[in-house]
């Protein structure tokens, strides 16, 4: 054929049509042929395996069952309303759930037929139970589908209204596969074929539809995994090389006056380990002559500003300028006052802008930038606008970097002809799985060490139903002289009602905690910012013992005597979130306590992150837990990423074949950095085809 036959558009393929093709296409993204032929089963159901009732345990995963169905009836009100059946098969009974399409489920099921069921179980009340089973009339099965291993498609809702559910897809997708026998190009190259025995690609795409056994089904999987990792990573580390190569950058050679006084006199305690390799990664990147893009990582509290402060006495000992971004005004200054704290006496000139900086002070800030009097700039957004101008900006160092679009970060680089040094500070920790297709083209540098002397803050978990108990501590912390934060979630959705609960919340903190022997600040979203600043200073000063309010501290707010944080209704909150909450607490010297307050009904997701937040302080095991328990789909940064494009590769369940590929596409660029030998003509042809049409996704710069 002498087009190409998988580019042809979806419409034409036999059963589709115009009406279906727009559907496919809305729906699911489907424009082309071989886009059907990557929209991979989510899972396989062995058709000619039976499990019995009394076989079922906690470990069961999805399953088949064979039996009888009775006592079909409507329990519960509300939200709990569902429909419950009792599901039989000689060995024992099972509870059938159904929360959704309960009158269409409910006159199905007849008494004396055979029904294959076919589910997850889950434990409820010390009894098994199926929720939302697929349930199919045995004998009923569908022949054209009859292969034991009976793969399923996700769909959605339209498109099952419109005969596009789990078994038409597959239909389609059958036929379609086997009329390109002979059009499925191999993709990867001779050499990693047989250095990694995977089966052709043909071959895995005609298993992964409609697999003979389970045998080739697993070789289908693992080829195909690797195959999406590996040009993931490929692409990330040619983008890398292809940057630095291109890159200029100000080269930083001296080690100048500043930094040593600072290192002699100012400097009250010695580096971390962590903290000095760090340093040592930077330094030598900015001293390349070429220009780096660095991702700073390290759990609150392990230092970060002050190695991105001794960075930027670098940049001034060689005579540049720096500046310093961070998300809210309130961290803005924090950052503003650690740091003229910390240079009294170096003779350095720094100054803070944000949106209420005034216009006259404004309009000297400029004045000194431009003149190159003005060394270290703070501030906001403000930063980014096009009135702010540097003499010569060397480095822009970026606290919080998830709350800055990537537009804005490029804007801070076009201040200078030879772009800045940027260094991005977060302390949300990034599991190394993620940040290496997140981030697969950055520098990275992880503090992974607390400065010592620090006490772990103490996290325990309380049920609603312990708020006396709760109370009490929090009165013996008072009298102690500590102060105590309490959280609310605020969740977009029903910010109404979060706020309800907060100053419900407030009130009744108030009650037990009145005054005069007790005061307590309350911020929310809500509140003006003046009144929200007032709120916040009074805490900050002292003048209350308790600060109710939403998130809005969660990032960054350091008030070293406030040594308890109580969250409320914190199974509501990621484990990110809480561990980010927990941060603002443990800044003193006193023992801190974090206790998360909870409904005595927890999912089992919602167990696991207390379990995990009482069991660990370290962010990375934290991070690495919230993957686990979320999925890629909802950290932080991973919406605009593609890392949510991988059709079969997950990065958590997968992270030995992404090492894998990572590692062998880095062999491959180094040996052959343009993709220019004849071995590898197959993948620099690849590359180009799979990623013509995408964004530069992932990257930071
Ligand atoms: P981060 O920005 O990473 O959350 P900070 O830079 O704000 O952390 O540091 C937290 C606190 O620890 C600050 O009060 C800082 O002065 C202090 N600190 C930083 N490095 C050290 C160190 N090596 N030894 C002792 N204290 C340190
Ligand atoms: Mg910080």
């Given at each position: ?130 929720a ?13 589908l ?16 419109r ?25 990867l ?67 100048g ?34 220009q ?37 005004e ?57 009135t702010?101008?540097?003499?010569n ?62 006490k ?46 907060l ?40 003048e ?21 944080m ?22 003193g ?21 207390m ?19 979320r ?5 932080q ?55 013509k ?9």
């Open positions: 054929m002498s087009y190409n036959f998988l580019k042809t558009p979806i419409e034409y393929l036999k059963g589709v049509g115009p009406k279906r093709g727009e559907l496919l296409r809305k729906e699911l993204g489907i424009f082309t042929f071989d886009q059907l032929l990557t929209y991979y089963p989510y899972r396989y159901i062995d058709r000619s395996k039976f499990f019995k009732i009394n076989e079922i345990n906690s470990d069961s995963a999805y399953i088949q069952l064979k039996g009888y169905i009775s006592g079909a009836q409507i329990v519960g009100q509300k939200r709990g309303r569902r429909l419950s059946a009792k599901f039989s098969d000689g060995t024992g009974t099972i509870e059938l759930l159904w929360f959704q399409g309960i009158k269409w489920v409910q006159d199905k099921f007849k008494p004396d037929v055979e029904y294959v069921v076919f589910g997850k179980p889950s434990v409820f009340n010390n009894k098994y139970n199926i939302h089973p697929e349930v199919e009339a045995v004998g009923s099965e569908d022949e054209s009859s292969e034991t291993l009976q793969p399923f498609y996700s769909s959605t809702e339209k498109l099952s209204s005969g596009l559910g789990n078994k038409a897809i597959g239909k389609l997708t059958k036929a379609l596969a086997l009329r390109s026998v002979g059009e499925i190009k191999e993709t190259s001779e050499e990693i074929i047989q250095k990694l025995k995977l089966i052709p690609k043909e071959e895995a795409v005609l298993n992964i539809h409609f697999p003979k056994n389970t045998e080739i089904l697993q070789k289908a999987k693992a080829r195909l995994k690797f195959e999406e990792l590996f040009y993931i990573q490929l692409r990330l580390l040619q983008h890398k090389i292809n940057r630095f190569e291109k890159s200029k950058g100000h080269n930083f050679s001296t080690v006056e500043h930094l040593n006084r600072f290192f002699q006199e100012k400097l009250p305690f010695e580096l971390t380990g962590a903290q000095k390799r760090v340093i040592k990664e930077i330094r030598k990147d900015m001293g390349s002559g070429k780096m893009n660095r991702l700073l990582q390290g759990d609150v509290g392990s230092g970060k500003t002050l190695v991105a402060l001794m960075n930027m006495l670098i940049a001034i000992d060689n005579g540049f300028q720096t500046c310093l971004m961070a998300p809210t309130v961290l803005a200054n924090q950052h503003f006052k650690t740091i003229v704290k910390f240079l009294e006496g170096l003779n350095i000139k720094a100054e803070l802008l944000t949106g209420s900086t005034k216009a006259a002070a404004r309009k000297v800030i400029h004045a000194d930038l431009l003149s190159g009097e003005l060394k270290i700039l703070i501030g906001t957004h403000a930063l980014i606008e096009d702010v101008q540097f003499k900006l060397g480095l822009v160092v970026i606290d919080e970097q998830h709350r800055f679009g990537v537009a804005q970060r490029a804007k801070m680089w076009k201040k200078n002809t030879i772009p800045p040094h940027v260094l991005v500070m977060t302390a949300t920790p990034i599991p190394r799985t993620l940040a290496m297709t997140l981030y697969g083209d950055l520098d990275l540098s992880i503090i992974d060490e607390l400065p010592p002397g620090r772990p803050i103490k996290t325990a978990h309380y049920y609603d139903s312990k708020r006396l108990k709760l109370f009490g501590f929090m009165r013996d912390q008072i009298k102690q002289g500590r102060q105590i934060y309490i959280v609310y979630p605020l969740i977009k959705e029903s910010e109404k009602l979060d706020l309800k609960d100053q419900d919340g407030y009130e009744s903190i108030s009650r037990a905690f009145p005054l005069p022997d007790y005061a307590v600040s309350v911020v929310h979203g809500k509140m003006k910012a003046p009144e929200k600043e007032y709120e916040m200073q009074r805490f900050i000063k002292g209350t013992q308790i600060m109710v309010s939403t998130t809005v501290i969660e990032v960054g707010i350091d008030v070293p005597n406030a040594s308890v109580v969250i409320e209704n914190a199974e509501r909150f990621g484990l990110s979130q809480l561990h980010q909450l927990r941060g603002r607490v443990g800044r010297a006193e023992q801190s306590y974090c206790i998360l307050m909870s409904d005595v009904k927890l999912t089992s997701d919602g167990k696991k992150r379990e995990t937040m009482v069991r660990t302080t370290d962010g990375f095991e934290i991070a690495e837990a919230d993957l686990k328990l999925g890629p789909g909802d950290m940064g991973t919406q605009q990423s593609g890392v949510l494009d991988l059709h079969i590769a997950d990065i958590v369940k997968d992270e030995k074949i992404l090492k894998y590929a990572r590692n062998l596409a880095t062999e491959i660029l180094t040996e052959d950095q343009k993709l220019e030998l004849p071995k590898n003509a197959k993948l620099r042809t690849q590359l180009i085809e799979q990623f049409n995408k964004p530069d996704w992932g990257l930071i710069s």
